[in-house]
């Protein structure tokens, strides 16, 4: 008896010793993502690019000598289900999570990072609050970003509104019921006054409502130069239809949610010609080799700004891996906090320290073109001013 088990002993050696060792375990990195619901088609996309990069970045070795695993699961747009993804990262036992990238969804997700301190890092989460703690003003030690934040935004687009378009007054309408609608408006009002001009109707909405012929209405009786319209591209489609049919002639501006070909799909001719903030533009020449990527791989262009915003989070935490020698949550953060000049997709990336949000991360104004089904490229801001 002893002599079998000798020798079964003896065999499972010899197999081990021919087989090699044993495959590095895989570094799991999570990915809280809309691939349903109204952000959808760029949840899909920013998915497509980030499986790009986890095909490239495992071709050359993966890190550390660990291939990387990347697990999605969709957060249907949804603050309470981008909780659930989070929870169920986590247990899944992922090193990091990328994303959400909406900021309400960001917001409600960060206290679960936290707790577990595990690094997150959103895409294009844009409001102050996603990585400092609005309750008692310290910056989040384990939520980072890679994109602009929305004072920034707010600043771009009221510049752009005077300096660019000449106007003088201006008016707003937002959600009042999203983080994202009501802190841009509060930013771009402040930029604009500052700038010389003055918002003459300022008016809200709730979530999901569809009608804005009352506040529309208001805004006519005022003749604005322009209307600010910091909304999702559904509800800036809409918005923008009705003012055409109400006669409303004043020039529309809007924010990086308007980056989707859904609203040319929804808009039509009532949103030719209107502007909006964006983080980048396929004509940048930084992303020219990774949109080349894409439509070889794809055969579409790249919904922009996530899949862009997705891969330099991957390669922030790939970095941060790298420079920790390993996946403690703790120390892959200090290093995300002490990034410098980072290559990533956009161009290169230094992380403040102080706030964990991008250092001099540029804005770009976008016109849309209903013609040519495409947003062409208008100018760039920096932080700077320039």
């Not at 080349?292 to 997705?310: H, T």
Request: aromatic share 8%; net charge positive; charged share 25%.
């Amino acid at each position: 008896m002893r002599f079998f088990a000798w020798l079964g002993g003896a065999m499972l050696l010899v197999m081990a010793l021919v087989s090699g060792a044993p495959a590095a375990e895989e570094i799991k990195i999570g990915h809280s993502v809309s691939l349903t619901g109204g952000a959808s088609m760029w949840g899909q996309s920013e998915k497509l690019a980030l499986d790009l990069l986890v095909k490239r970045i495992n071709a050359q070795g993966g890190v550390l000598g660990r291939k990387i695993r990347l697990i999605s699961y969709d957060n249907r747009n949804d603050p309470v289900e981008s909780v659930n993804v989070a929870r169920r990262l986590i247990d899944d036992r992922v090193v990091a999570i990328i994303g959400p990238a909406q900021s309400g969804n960001a917001i409600a997700t960060a206290p679960v990072v936290e707790r577990a301190r595990i690094p997150m890092v959103v895409t294009t989460a844009t409001n102050p609050y996603v990585t400092i703690d609005k309750r008692t003003g310290k910056t989040r030690a384990f939520v980072f970003r890679p994109c602009f934040i929305d004072p920034f935004q707010g600043t771009v687009a009221a510049r752009f509104a005077y300096r660019d378009l000449k106007a003088r007054t201006a008016a707003i309408l937002y959600d009042v019921g999203s983080d994202y609608g009501q802190w841009l408006a509060r930013y771009f009002e402040e930029a604009f006054a500052k700038e010389g001009g003055k918002v003459v109707a300022k008016e809200a909405f709730r979530t999901d409502e569809l009608d804005y012929r009352a506040q529309m209405g208001k805004i006519r009786s005022v003749k604005p130069d322009v209307i600010f319209i910091p909304t999702s591209q559904k509800e800036a489609a809409m918005a923008a239809k009705q003012a055409r049919d109400m006669g409303i002639r004043s020039t529309l501006l809007g924010t990086d949610n308007w980056g989707s070909p859904d609203i040319i799909d929804l808009g039509g001719n009532a949103v030719h010609g209107s502007y909006f903030v964006n983080l980048t533009d396929l004509s940048d020449p930084d992303i020219k080799g990774f949109v080349a990527e894409y439509r070889r791989a794809y055969g579409a262009d790249p919904v922009l700004p996530n899949p862009v915003m997705a891969q330099d989070a991957l390669l922030l935490i790939v970095n941060a891996i790298k420079v920790s020698k390993g996946t403690d949550g703790e120390r892959m953060a200090r290093a995300m906090e002490n990034t410098r000049n980072l290559k990533v997709t956009s161009g290169t990336l230094t992380i403040d320290p102080k706030t964990h949000d991008p250092l001099d991360k540029p804005a770009v104004i976008q016109r849309v073109d209903v013609k040519a089904r495409s947003f062409q490229f208008v100018k760039k801001f920096d932080p700077k001013g320039r």
